[in-house]
């Protein structure tokens, strides 16, 4: 199977992985209020590569629904320079894929050990950034082949929304997520304009990705 064959047989499967997290959310948002501190006071975010675009997502969803400052970690202050920030009341959310990225759970047990609580977003339970997490909250995308990351990509994004629609506290709400499937699956079945977008571009140098907010590149 050729390598675009294995990606777009992944990106076909993001209806079904987006269904069955959306379907464990009621368990997920308990389990993410169980940890929550009783003054939540932050959150730090911690990723690598396109999970750090989802953490950025993640920042937007979260900062929006709840009031509260989000940051996003600078690993390399932990792991090579030695900081334990003093995170009380904070909640450290890992970010990865496949949750063995050494740097992100390295620096989830250091913020751990600051006092932060920790929520690991991955599809892998038994990996190291799960390890380090008070909470799991496993995407249920099963095995990713290709390179680039899919269908556990939007399931990233999808999971903050379960998370900041539990910790929102600004009268913030996600809208239904019913238009939101009809849509990934209509995408999904019909590819046409995203072939035509990938043959007019696929002769360019440079491409620049113009985005603000919750649709920053």
Not at 104 to 112: C, P
Request: proline share 6%.
């Amino acid at each position: 199977m050729s390598a675009g064959a294995l990606m777009a047989g992944e990106i076909a499967e993001q209806p079904r992985v987006i269904t069955g997290l959306l379907g464990r959310g009621a368990a997920i948002g308990a389990a993410v209020d169980a940890v929550r501190p009783s003054v939540l006071r932050g959150f730090v975010l911690v990723a690598r590569g396109s999970s750090d675009h989802a953490a950025i997502y993640g920042r937007y969803m979260l900062e929006h629904a709840t009031g509260c400052p989000v940051a996003l970690a600078a690993p390399s202050l932990h792991t090579r320079y030695g900081v334990v920030p003093e995170l009380d009341g904070f909640l450290a959310v890992g970010v990865s894929q496949s949750g063995r990225t050494p740097e992100v759970a390295a620096t989830m047990q250091i913020l751990r050990a600051g006092g932060a609580r920790t929520v690991a977003i991955c599809n892998d339970e038994t990996s190291p950034l799960a390890a380090v997490g008070d909470v799991v909250v496993q995407l249920g995308a099963g095995e990713e082949r290709a390179v680039p990351a899919t269908k556990t990509f939007t399931a990233q994004l999808a999971a903050f929304a379960l998370i900041a629609q539990t910790l929102a506290r600004t009268g913030w709400a996600p809208p239904p997520w019913g238009p939101v499937l009809d849509a990934l699956a209509a995408v999904v079945a019909d590819d046409s304009d995203a072939r035509t977008a990938a043959d007019r571009l696929s002769a360019a140098e440079r491409l620049v990705q113009v985005g603000r907010a919750f649709l920053y590149p």
